[in-house]
């Protein structure tokens, strides 16, 4: 049991691991206006070519 609690204490006071955190949370909020991005472009694409396809 006390091995455990010693990699909690350890985990709380290790600073590094907020950075990793930091990191994480930049990557995932890019990864979200990514998503975002592609999906309005990727609508308005495909209606366009809904509209090429029609007209023809």
Do not use: P
Request: glycine share 8%; aromatic share 6%; no cysteine.
């Amino acid at each position: 049991m006390s091995s455990i609690r010693n990699v909690l204490v350890r985990a709380w006071r290790d600073e590094q691991g907020g950075e990793v955190l930091e990191y994480a949370l930049i990557v995932g909020l890019i990864v979200v206006a990514a998503i975002a991005t592609i999906t309005t472009v990727g609508t308005k694409l495909l209606a366009k070519w809904q509209g090429v396809d029609s007209s023809l």
